[in-house]
């Protein structure tokens, strides 16, 4: 059942081709049955939603997520973390060997209550759990339909198990994509981990399984060691790595991009995948900055760090100085495209497509258009969780709360799990 309201009284834009002042918008059956100016609305009978001015945008994506992550705060690093290899052994390596079927179920229920309190509808997860890899996808799948966000799930394909488990995480992904297929709601991607930690041999036989539509969604090039290995084993650098097993396209989904090489520069332009950045987890890690004067067109991700996308821009921005050329394109176009080649008629405010709305806080007084919309973003909005969230219609958090789950029971339960989880971290 779905719900049949009107949201009146906003500033509804969709980022980047209008900006409309005193909107209202019918939403019915899931979708935008009607979008039009409130002060031409004769009064129907049903439920009206006042948003008092406040500043409506489509329901945002993020595109590079790790929601295994989402349990992790508060665990100290089991040794060393002066370098990216360190980081990865003592923190999320470690983390990822402890996960069991229910604190990756929890997991991925925390980090998605946590996504849609700052108004993500889709969200790609690049999973891992080195002791639970079959069936694995199937629970992030539940949490998804519980809290109701739309989603494309990958299992991270590596060597760090042996050559033993290489089969079952390939199976695990295109089980998944496949059981998938139709589905209005879940989809599934190819994910390996990164070059740096797959075999010439595994390279060689996930490129053999791989059906041919099915895209990848790998870290690519996010610290040295991983073009370095690249370099080892004799191509010129991770993107041309993938290109020469056949892996690129321009479906794929390459998370990072900061340490390439010219040739691979050169196929980024040919091939034109999806390129995500993410800024606060490459600060965190210190792994460099992705270089945007020669990769322009790219989307913002959180790579495990947080849902708050709108937040992560903000970061993006003060690292860059403010200097963010084609922000809007990066914050709505980019993303607005890639929701829709996975889920039709969804990712862009328009009748008849799915009713994904991130409803801000924020009321804006100052004058406000396309022109100045970053600004109202980064100093007006900042980041903060939204007033409401609406994905396919329904709304999914309103006046701090989540209504598609009992926060305080699943809190509750979330913490029995942590409690197991963190004291196996540090078994
Ligand atoms: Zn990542």
């Known amino acids: 059942m779905h719900d049949h309201f009107i949201l009146t009284n906003g500033i509804v834009t969709d980022g980047f081709s209008f900006l409309i002042e005193n909107c209202r918008i019918e939403i019915a059956d899931g979708k935008i049955a009607n979008i039009g100016d409130a002060s031409d609305f004769?009064?129907?009978d049903i439920k009206i939603i006042d948003l008092k001015g406040r500043l409506v945008l489509p329901g945002l994506l993020n595109p590079h997520h790790h929601l295994y992550s989402a349990l992790a705060t508060g665990l100290v690093p089991i040794g060393p973390t002066d370098n990216f290899t360190q980081i990865l052994e003592n923190l999320w390596w470690q983390l990822d060997k402890t996960l069991d079927e229910e604190s990756i179920y929890y997991s991925a229920v925390s980090g998605l209550m946590q996504s849609v309190r700052y108004g993500v509808t889709t969200l790609f997860d690049h999973h891992a759990s080195m002791s639970r890899?079959?069936?694995?996808?199937?629970?992030?799948?539940?949490?998804?339909?519980?809290?109701?966000v739309k989603g494309v799930l990958c299992y991270e394909i590596s060597d760090r198990m042996g050559k033993n488990f290489l089969q079952s995480q390939i199976n695990e992904n295109i089980n998944f994509y496949i059981k998938n297929m139709e589905d209005p709601q879940i989809q599934g991607l190819l994910g390996l981990h990164a070059n740096f930690t797959l075999s010439e041999a595994s390279m060689a036989t996930i490129a053999e399984q791989k059906p041919e539509e099915l895209p990848i969604h790998i870290h690519c090039g996010e610290d040295k060691a991983d073009f370095d290995y690249c370099v080892e084993q004799g191509y010129n650098g991770p993107v041309h790595r993938l290109f020469e097993y056949g892996l690129l396209s321009e479906n794929s989904i390459l998370a990072h991009c900061i340490h390439l090489s010219e040739t691979d520069y050169q196929l980024l332009q040919k091939f034109e995948p999806i390129i995500i950045s993410n800024p606060e987890s490459n600060a965190n890690n210190n792994v460099g900055l992705m270089n945007i004067e020669k990769i322009e067109n790219y989307l913002l991700g959180t790579d495990g760090m947080t849902g708050n996308i709108l937040g992560t821009l903000r970061s993006h921005y003060l690292q860059r100085n403010g200097n963010l050329p084609n922000a809007m394109k990066i914050l709505f176009e980019n993303p607005a495209q890639l929701t829709g080649r996975y889920f039709s008629n969804s990712g862009t405010i328009r009748e008849g497509n799915a009713?994904?709305?991130?409803?801000t806080n924020y009321i804006p007084v100052m004058p406000i258009n396309l022109d100045n919309l970053l600004y109202h973003l980064l100093f007006g909005v900042q980041g903060k969780e939204m007033f409401m969230t609406i994905a396919d219609g329904k709304i999914l958090f309103s006046d701090n709360t989540l209504h598609t789950i009992d926060e305080t029971e699943i809190n509750k339960e979330i913490k029995k799990v942590v409690n197991k989880l963190h004291e196996r971290f540090y078994e």
């Open 42 to 44: 004769k009064s129907k």
């Open 133 to 148: 890899v079959t069936g694995s996808l199937q629970l992030i799948e539940k949490a998804f339909r519980k809290i109701g």
């Open 355 to 359: 009713a994904d709305f991130a409803i």
